[in-house]
T-cell receptor, first 109, second 115 residues
Framework: GIQVEQSPPDLILQEGANSTLRCNFS?????LQWFHQNPWGQLINLFY???GTKQNGRLSATTVATERYSLLYISSSQTTDSGVYFC???????????FGKGTRLSVIA | NAGVTQTPKFQVLKTGQSMTLQCAQD?????MYWYRQDPGMGLRLIYY???????DKGEVPNGYNVSRLNKREFSLRLESAAPSQTSVYFC??????????????FGEGSRLTVL
């Protein structure tokens, strides 16, 4: 099945810094999503982005499907951005979403 | 709008006991899923139901059974709980009408401890 690798596994930032999280996948996809799991365990949709670029406030995401990667950008980070960021993909065979192991982000005031 | 609702949120079982995790969604979604989350492992799919009346195994189905009771409800049953099933369980749903595979929406999770 499709493989998903996220990097870096851990990231520590000072408040106000910018960061880029990466998701590589091993096959063509027709669905890619980014999620944020907050420190209370809730999983929140950030982006549904099988291709192209989207922005939502301080967060933006870009997926280059032909090169099999997606990037999540966080600008002017805040302590509330802390948590784990997951990338999940669905291949063209329509099997359910497969998750990467996540990037744990800690934003320090 | 409740979205995806899971019960119970916390449960402690003894080895060998059985229990059912309940999940309901009010978004008229076709597909429902059960994932488990363990430290350092991300989320792994246990079972899913692409549409009412169908269920399929995911990556880690052993020790579990599921029932898609109707379009809204999808339950996960542990017949004889084992300590290896200590985990956080998430139910999710998506609209999944081809070609729109749709966004996945999660419940708040159920923390299960098996002693």
């Amino acid at each position: 099945g499709i493989q998903v690798e996220q990097s870096p596994p851990d990231l520590i930032l000072q408040e106000g810094a910018n960061s880029t999280l990466r998701c590589n996948f091993s096959d063509s996809v027709n669905n890619l999503q980014w999620f944020h799991q907050n420190p209370w365990g809730q999983l929140i949709n950030l982006f549904y982005i099988p291709s192209g670029t989207k922005q939502n406030g301080r967060l933006s995401a870009t997926t280059v499907a032909t090169e099999r990667y997606s990037l999540l950008y966080i600008s002017s980070s805040q302590t509330t951005d802390s948590g784990v960021y997951f990338c999940a993909v669905m291949d063209s065979g329509n099997t359910p979403l497969v998750f990467g192991k996540g990037t744990r982000l800690s934003v320090i005031a | 709008n409740a979205g995806v609702t899971q019960t119970p949120k916390f449960q402690v079982l003894k080895t060998g006991q059985s229990m059912t995790l309940q999940c309901a969604q009010d978004m008229n979604h076709n597909s429902m899923y059960w994932y488990r989350q363990d430290p350092g492992m991300g989320l792994r799919l246990i079972y899913y139901s692409a549409s009412e009346g169908t269920t399929d195994k995911g990556e880690v189905p052993n020790g579990y059974n599921v029932s898609r009771l109707n379009k809204r409800e999808f339950s996960l049953r542990l017949e004889s709980a084992a300590p290896s099933q200590t985990s956080v369980y998430f139910c999710a749903s998506s609209i999944r009408e081809p070609p729109n595979t749709g966004e996945l929406f999660f419940g708040e999770g159920s923390r299960l401890t098996v002693l």
